[in-house]
């Protein structure tokens, strides 16, 4: 029964391990709970939690196992008794599944079912799924694990372990939340390839290997060079400025020093287009003429290694994406928004674009430009969890 | 769980309930404990305190952007050995003359429990924490050069202690309890400093406090003051003999609390 928190967890997004579950165990055998239930919900997080920014996953999954526990500190005696000693649980296994069941079940039929199973009980009842008794799955009594149904009995008194699950003050942490640099920073640092594979000639001194090769030479001098370790990542943004994207610019401009300050790339090239790239981008964010670069030098002179990451919120007017006749900022030619957004596409295998905003709810025209981008484009959004995703794309070999 | 071996904060060190459950559940498992939490709440000294409290000797290893793993273990000064046997010293062939024992051998080869505390675990290359993935499971480690097996006598109690610049592998997370120390409240921060300073005036410590969770508060600030801030801030408030009243409208000394020419700023702007 008890394994079904831990399918809860794995269900709610945190990766518990086996091991940490076994840990567990042996942690509640040696009694570091200290038989109180805040105590376990100490111990359950810190054991199965290794992140600030899960705590608010764990404490919404914990509230949700739990909450149907009598409103008291203490560990309930089953749960105690059945770690203790799982085999002289008497009955069958709880079916968790039904326990499930039950949160399908509204409030009056619980109501009505409670009245009716009232009449027909006749005797004390524990650890079952139909009968009002302590433990077990079913919707009446306590201390059971119904996610849903009525306490009948238990005592009030702290709950403090709901107390600060329900606080949820972790909430913050989480990483599906939207980003500050440093946050972006850490993110970009994922965005590296060590390789002293790299074509370069061996011009580092390689201490150990001379040391090896003299002493395997009987102590005449034998020099080693090594080529060196670097990260050959180049970066290659590209950003959507100006327009209806003033609305998310201090979340640009935070990707954007993040992208800056994480130097370890070999390469990092940002340029700024409005809406949609055309033959023209700029090296500004104000998208001033004299900074104007021609998308042609782009795609000759980046090499293919480089990853390019896109962001825009890829929503415009329709034909500024499909049609050729469109006057996009000084300049006019024949070819598409999106030819050009596919000419990097096949440019680059490693491509991704990032959205600060979501798809539009109200849909149809609004969302046509959306919905043609995300067809075209690995398309994440901007929140810290998505980001990873998108830069550990960019750095699997398609 | 006996008592005499659970951790209860020390006299200089105030730990959270939760934080001393922690630790204890470390101990009690064997297992590292991974510490997390803003700059400045006390991460390191926790190890000082835990090692104060149950009167174990503290290692420190001190991780840096060049550490490698090994350099824990131990090291082989080949150098040396060459350089001993040009000129036919004696005990060359001795090989474990020349075996050093880094931080994590010392702490092995110790004969009574001590306290590991390895700090800053996130400063070191990302491959860090995986090359010690058996060593802190099993206690021990080979060495070929000698073929000795250096085993822990005694687990040693590990403290991790990370500012999360890096990420670290799920497979030493795995291994490890976890605590994030959070900021610590008004009231929390009060015994901290009680037990840093004594017989601080009442009506100071309000202030400073109250200024301290207001400047925290303050919008946009790039760096946050944090505790030991705070502790230098009051330290520099009764050297300058000011006076209750002006901190909050003054906030003499704001150098010691932010660190940043535009925070200063910043906290001046909304003071006028």
Same mark, same amino acid.
């Given at each position: 029964m008890f394994t079904a928190f831990f399918y809860l967890l794995r269900g709610r997004?945190?990766?518990?391990?086996l091991n940490e579950w076994m840990s567990l165990l042996e942690a509640l055998e040696k009694g570091l709970h200290g038989s109180s239930f805040t105590g376990f919900y100490y111990l359950c997080r810190s054991v199965l939690v290794k992140s600030e920014t899960e705590f608010d996953k764990f404490d919404g999954a914990f509230l949700e196992f739990?909450?149907?526990?009598?409103?008291?500190?203490?560990?309930?005696k089953e749960l105690l008794e059945w770690l203790e000693k799982?085999?002289?649980?008497?009955?069958?296994?709880?079916?968790m599944e039904r326990a499930m069941q039950n949160?399908?079940?509204d409030q009056i039929d619980i109501q009505k079912k409670f009245l009716e199973t009232l009449e027909a009980q006749k005797e004390e009842h524990n650890g079952?799924?139909?009968?009002?008794?302590?433990?077990?799955?079913?919707?009446?009594?306590?201390?059971?694990?119904?996610?849903r149904g009525i306490r009948v009995g238990g005592e009030g008194g702290g709950r403090r372990a709901f107390q600060v699950a329900s606080e949820?003050?972790?909430?913050?942490?989480?990483?599906?939340n939207t980003l500050d640099i440093r946050q972006y920073q850490m993110a970009f640092r994922k965005l590296r390839e060590f390789s002293?594979?790299?074509?370069?000639?061996?011009?580092?001194?390689?201490i150990d290997g001379t040391i090896q090769e003299t002493c395997d030479n009987a102590g005449s001098l034998q020099i080693v060079y090594d080529k060196p370790r670097k990260n050959t990542v180049k970066v290659l943004l590209l950003m959507d400025s100006g327009g209806s994207m003033d609305f998310y610019s201090r979340m640009c401009s935070a990707l954007f020093q993040g992208a800056n300050k994480?130097?370890?790339?070999k390469d990092l090239q940002v340029f700024y287009f409005h809406n949609c790239i055309y033959s023209k981008v700029y090296t500004d964010p104000l998208l001033r003429p004299r900074n104007v670069v021609p998308t042609e030098w782009i795609l000759r002179n980046l090499s293919s290694e480089y990853k390019v990451i896109i962001v825009g919120?890829?929503?415009?007017?329709?034909s500024e994406l499909l049609e050729p006749s469109y006057y996009n900022y000084g300049a006019r030619d024949e070819v598409t928004g999106l030819e050009w957004l596919k000419r990097f596409k096949d440019k680059y295998p490693h491509i991704v674009w990032l959205n600060p905003s979501a798809r539009?709810?109200?849909?149809g025209w609004w969302a046509k430009t959306y919905d043609v981008l995300h067809n075209e484009f690995d398309m994440y959004p901007l929140t810290l969890e998505e980001l990873q995703k998108a830069l550990k794309k960019l750095m699997v070999n398609k | 769980m006996n008592m005499n071996t659970a951790?209860?904060?020390?006299e200089n060190y105030v730990a959270s309930a939760e934080l001393m459950r922690s630790v204890n559940i470390a101990i009690a498992l064997q297992k590292p404990l991974l510490i997390k939490g803003?700059?400045?709440?006390g991460k390191t000294m926790l190890a000082e305190a835990i090692s104060k409290s149950l009167g174990k000797k503290l290692i420190i290893w001190n991780i840096k952007?060049?550490?490698?793993?090994q350099d824990g273990l131990y090291v082989y000064d080949v150098v040396q050995r060459l350089y001993d046997s040009q000129f036919g010293n004696?005990?060359?062939?001795?090989?474990g003359k020349y075996v050093k024992m880094g931080k994590l051998g010392e702490a092995f080869s110790a004969d009574e429990q001590v306290i590991l505390l390895i700090d800053?675990?996130?400063?070191?290359? %990302?491959?860090f924490p995986n090359d010690l993935l058996w060593e802190l499971d099993k206690m021990e480690f080979y060495i070929p050069e000698t073929k000795e097996t250096v085993k822990a006598k005694q687990r040693p109690i590990v403290i991790v202690t990370s500012n999360a610049e890096k990420e670290l592998p799920d497979a030493f997370l795995r291994r490890c309890i976890f605590h994030y120390i959070e900021f610590p409240d008004a009231d929390q921060m009060k015994e901290i400093i009680d037990v840093h300073f004594d017989n601080l005036e009442e009506k100071l410590l309000d202030q400073v406090l109250e200024t301290f969770y207001w400047i925290r508060g303050v919008?946009? %600030?790039q760096k946050k003051p944090s505790t030991s801030e705070v502790l230098d801030w009051i330290q520099a408030l009764i050297l300058g003999g000011?006076?209750?009243?002006d901190i909050d409208k003054k906030?003499?000394?704001a150098g010691v609390l932010l660190k940043k020419n535009e925070d200063i700023d910043t906290v001046k702007r909304y003071l006028k």
């Open positions: 997004g945190i990766h518990v391990s739990f909450k149907d526990m009598p409103p008291t500190d203490e560990l309930p799982p085999k002289d649980k008497p009955g069958e296994e709880f079916d949160d399908l079940i079952g799924s139909r009968w009002v008794g302590t433990g077990g799955v079913s919707l009446y009594g306590n201390s059971g694990f119904s996610p949820r003050k972790f909430r913050d942490f989480r990483e599906d002293s594979r790299i074509d370069e000639a061996r011009t580092e001194f390689d994480a130097n370890h790339f919120d890829a929503q415009m007017e329709p539009p709810l109200y849909g | 951790f209860q904060g020390s803003e700059p400045g709440t952007s060049t550490t490698k793993a004696e005990g060359v062939d001795d090989i800053e675990i996130d400063k070191a290359d %990302l491959e919008y946009n %600030l000011m006076k209750p009243e906030v003499p000394f």
